[in-house]
């Protein structure tokens, strides 16, 4: 019996260092994988945490203010069915807004009136956009591409699928593929533009028939305030325009021959802008085709107001009416 127990306690003591040899072998490979992952921490670049600030300027305040009302524009829709105006005719569409004080829910409010213009023309009616507003010095003319928009076709829902160049659209939109998360990143003054960008319509067979202005806009710089004035070089005399404005104190009298140069320099500017236009305007006519001359002629501009609905307000008495509005 004891010889039995030895070798029991013989095989249990091999078994345990077996057991224990096997824990270390386990524990030595465990340390090695940590180690490694260590190295590997330590080897490895810090990843740099983004951090995110909320941005408080509301940038879309006024298209988020048109669609707070349900607008209806079931007359644009009857105009592109049988029988109505755009029936069958190349169309290019684009929206814009028009601030209006008008009387909702029994009192007077100022509201964004969205408005659709409806161009009928056999080719894209411009490619360039003015920004233009109350309180800008002067319209500033760019090619559309600066700021990302162009006229695209419009695909019917039911239609989605298909290739455009197959569907041989009549209806083109203006556009932007401006992203709004791109927008966050500029300045302030570069977002207000977007607030004021309509299509600039250029047309050649009539601007002949429309004086050129001989007014310039003028902001004076000064040290207490600028000057701000409209000079007419075919009405206005410089010294005694100048004097006047001295004596309204408008001006310093110290800067008189200073103001005068500077409204020189402009009148110069204005007058070659004119010149470059006429000029433009001749070469332009020169090289256009009998067909393109025709387009301009029988180009047509059709405004859409909202219908009324007992969900909007009225706007029946602020329309700014065009042709077939």
Same mark, same amino acid.
């Given at each position: ?8 306690? *013989? ?23 940590? *180690? ?57 569409? &684009? ?15 100022? +509201?964004?009136?969205?408005? !659709? ?9 411009? %490619?360039?956009?003015? +920004? ?106 410089? %010294? ?55 387009? &301009? ?6 405004? &859409? ?9 009225? !706007? ?10």
């Amino acid at each position: 019996m004891r010889k039995g127990g030895k070798r029991k306690s *013989t095989s249990q003591k091999q078994e345990t260092e077996v057991k224990a040899s096997s824990s270390s072998q386990e524990n030595q490979k465990e340390n090695h994988k940590l *180690t490694s992952q260590a190295k590997r921490a330590k080897t490895s670049k810090p990843q740099p945490q983004l951090e995110y600030f909320e941005d408080k300027r509301n940038l879309w305040d006024q298209l988020d203010s048109v669609y707070q009302f349900n607008w209806n524009f079931l007359n644009l829709e009857e105009a592109f069915e049988e029988g109505g105006r755009l029936y069958g005719k190349k169309v290019y569409l &684009f929206g814009c807004t028009e601030p209006q004080l008008v009387p909702y829910k029994g009192e007077n409010k100022v +509201i964004c009136i969205p408005v !659709v213009v409806a161009v009928v023309s056999p080719f894209p009616p411009s %490619d360039k956009i003015g +920004i233009n507003s109350v309180q800008r010095e002067a319209e500033e003319i760019v090619p559309m591409k600066q700021m990302k928009m162009d006229w695209v076709p419009y695909i019917p829902l039911e239609n989605r699928d298909s290739q455009v160049d197959r569907l041989q659209s009549q209806m083109f939109i203006l556009s932007c593929t401006q992203r709004r998360v791109a927008l966050k990143q500029r300045k302030i003054d570069r977002l207000k533009k977007y607030e004021y960008c309509l299509p600039y319509f250029y047309q050649p067979l009539k601007e002949d028939e429309l004086e050129q202005s001989t007014e310039v806009q003028i902001i004076f710089p000064a040290a207490q305030k600028p000057v701000f004035c409209e000079f007419d070089w075919e009405l206005d005399e410089l %010294d005694e325009f100048t004097d006047q404005l001295i004596e309204a104190d408008e001006l310093d009298k110290d800067k008189k021959d200073a103001f005068k140069e500077f409204v020189k320099e402009r009148v110069r500017e204005a007058k070659k802008a004119n010149r470059q236009a006429r000029e433009a305007r001749k070469k332009a006519l020169e090289e256009m085709s009998e067909e393109t001359k025709a387009a &301009f002629v029988n180009m047509r501009f059709y405004k &859409f107001y909202p219908v009324p609905t007992p969900d909007t307000p009225d !706007v029946s008495n602020v329309k700014v009416l065009w042709e077939g509005s």
